[in-house]
């Protein structure tokens, strides 16, 4: 990190191979600036921008470590939320109509989330919060997505049936 001048200013990434040091073969670091500038909306942005440059990599897996001044600051079911929700987001992928030589990207198969032993209870509701959240937008995202042709009017009422039938009465349509 050091001969390639990374500071740990705000926003500055920095890709590196462990040399057998850890089991991953390589890792990223985000620069998260100042302790006293950084607010929930960095949070989000520094975990979706290294999660794009891991992405470059086309790795099948991939372990965050979500830093402990976060869990401080924040609580630790809304910190791990927002990685979740930031990770998810940034790692969504439109598929669907392209042939399976065009889809080179493809989404990872499995995150890790790393905290430690005490925090996994608080960390559980974060990640089911996160989970509700991005699937959400991502579900939107598809629809968006679609061609007109496919999401008609009749389509798109029929979606918040489904939804709504699933919900245990939760929902009315």
């Known amino acids: 990190a050091k001969k390639e001048n990374f500071t740990g200013k705000e926003a500055q990434i920095i890709s590196l191979y462990s040399n057998g040091k850890i089991s991953s073969f390589k890792f990223v670091l985000y620069g998260l600036g100042k302790k006293d500038d950084f607010d929930l909306f960095k949070l989000y942005k520094s975990v979706a921008s290294s999660v794009k440059k891991v992405m470059a990599a086309k790795p099948v897996k991939i372990a965050f470590v979500i830093e402990e001044y976060w869990m401080k600051k924040y609580s630790v079911a809304k910190a791990v939320k927002a990685t ?4 998810k987001l940034a790692n969504y992928l439109f598929n669907k109509y392209k042939s399976e030589d065009d889809k080179n990207n493809k989404p990872f198969e ?10 996994l209870s608080q960390g559980e509701q974060g990640l089911e919060g996160g989970e509700i959240v991005s699937d959400a937008v991502n579900f939107a995202r598809d629809l968006i997505n679609e061609p007109p042709e496919v999401t008609s009017p009749s389509y798109l009422a029929q979606k918040a049936l489904n939804i709504a039938s699933g919900s245990n009465g939760n929902i009315k349509v």
């Open 84 to 87: 979740v929700e930031s990770i």
């Open 110 to 119: 499995e995150v890790f989330l790393c905290l430690s032993a005490p925090k």
